[in-house]
Nanobody, 119 residues
Framework: QVQLVESGGGLVQPGGSLRLSCAAS????????MGWYRQAPGKERELVAT???????NYAESVKGRFTISRDNAKNTGYLQMNSLKPEDTAVYYC?????????????WGQGTQVTVSS
């Protein structure tokens, strides 16, 4: 069984930084695609950033220049470095991964980690 576990969320003041981690565990051959999404109260879940197994990245316009997505393939772990945080970044952040195991690709979600930006 595969699990994605996020960590690193918390309360931070505007202008501050946080680093989220997403660790995949279980019988995994490889991770093809990883992404971070977020959902604020009363809003739909939205894409924040994605990274392929080759390292190509994509960002939502609202976070470009402030957030950086990365991954450590040896550790089956993805990261989201968030700098210059704003109150509108407050949301539950979810990790998503397309994982290759047992000869097939399946998508998995983590349980989410709360990020609150407030003074």
């Amino acid at each position: 069984q595969v699990q994605l576990v996020e960590s690193g969320g918390g309360l931070v003041q505007p202008g501050g930084s946080l680093r989220l981690s997403c660790a995949a565990s279980g019988s995994i051959f490889s991770i093809n695609f990883m992404g971070w999404y977020r959902q604020a109260p009363g809003k739909e879940r939205e894409l924040v950033a994605t990274i392929t197994n080759g390292g190509s990245t994509n960002y939502a316009e609202s976070v470009k220049g402030r957030f950086t997505i990365s991954r450590d393939n040896a550790k089956n772990t993805g990261y989201l470095q968030m700098n210059s945080l704003k109150p509108e970044d407050t949301a539950v952040y979810y990790c998503n991964a397309l994982i290759h195991r047992d000869g097939r690709f399946d998508g998995y979600w983590g349980q989410g980690t709360q990020v609150t930006v407030s003074s």
